[in-house]
């Protein structure tokens, strides 16, 4: 039951949801409809004849399935590349004393704001220099490294009692041991939130490999599409069909993880 002192903030919530569905609830129903009926004005919600065959036109009119596996590929490696490189460094960062620790870590966060724009050109020379230029490790070894998901992993790492470390060194394991047995089945929920976001930010991803990637094979999704309106700049519906089928697979993985992305993000607000 609702208090009354929280009704007007109840509201406003549920205001702001609708406000950020119905974009997506149009786009939906937008791809169900006929070109004829995308252009009426006044515009209808529900379309008066479900043209479920915009679906099957897209397959016909782009390699759908192609961009799909590019874009699976590409996310699957770049977040296996953030796991091995993100836990041990978070463990370090974590567990270890050295010197030059704490100014190497506010480091590691000061890259985080600069931009892309500052090193695209950078990076593009390097990438050419390689010959990396329209190939998939153009896309996934720049991506490999991600500095807040190495915070994350540190913060949650850091909340872990001292006690089951010292019980691990009494027992004779070693820091691999112990960081594979005992600190990674701790780390369920940072891991899952590491997980979704990567996975949505590599599903996303848009002006970089529309840099790097000059044919059509390697494409991933988001770029395929991007030529695809293009060439049907006017015919909303297969647009918007093709664009509901590129989201479903991340709603999937939101809902999925929903209950460890709140955990993960708690634990990473506490204070040391």
């Known amino acids: 039951m609702v208090k009354p002192r929280n009704l007007p903030v109840h509201l406003l919530l549920i205001v702001g949801s609708v406000g950020m569905l119905l974009p997506f609830f149009w786009m939906v129903s937008t791809s169900f409809k006929t070109p004829l009926e995308a252009l009426r004005f006044p515009p209808t919600w529900f379309p008066s004849v479900w043209q479920i065959s ?7 009119q782009i390699p759908f399935w192609r961009y799909l596996a590019n874009t699976v590929l590409i996310t699957a490696a770049s977040l296996l590349g953030i796991f091995l490189t993100g836990i041990p460094a978070a463990y370090a960062f974590a567990r270890f004393r050295f010197p030059g620790r704490e100014i190497l870590f506010m480091g590691f966060l000061a890259l985080m704001m600069i931009p892309l724009p500052v090193y695209l050109v950078p990076s593009y020379m390097i990438l050419f220099k390689l010959g990396w230029i329209d190939t998939y490790a153009a896309m996934i070894v720049p991506w490999i490294v991600n500095i807040f998901s190495i915070f994350l992993l540190r913060q949650h790492i850091k909340q872990l009692p001292q006690d089951l470390f010292d019980a691990a060194r009494i027992d004779g394991c070693s820091e691999l041991w112990t960081l594979l047995r005992i600190v990674l089945p701790l780390c369920r929920a940072p891991l899952a939130t ?33 030529y695809f309106s293009r060439e049907q700049s006017t015919n909303y519906t297969l647009l918007m069909a093709a664009t509901t089928m590129a989201i479903i697979p991340l709603i999937i993985l939101f809902f999925a993880a929903q209950k460890q992305i709140i955990q993960s993000q708690a634990r990473a607000g506490l204070k040391e």
Request: cysteine-free; proline content about 5%; glycine content about 2%.
């Open 54 to 60: 915009n679906y099957a036109e897209v397959f016909r």
């Open 194 to 226: 590491i997980a979704v976001f990567n996975t949505i930010s590599a599903w996303n991803s848009f002006f970089w490999p529309l840099i790097v990637t000059n044919s059509d094979r390697i494409r991933p999704l988001q770029v395929g599409l991007a």
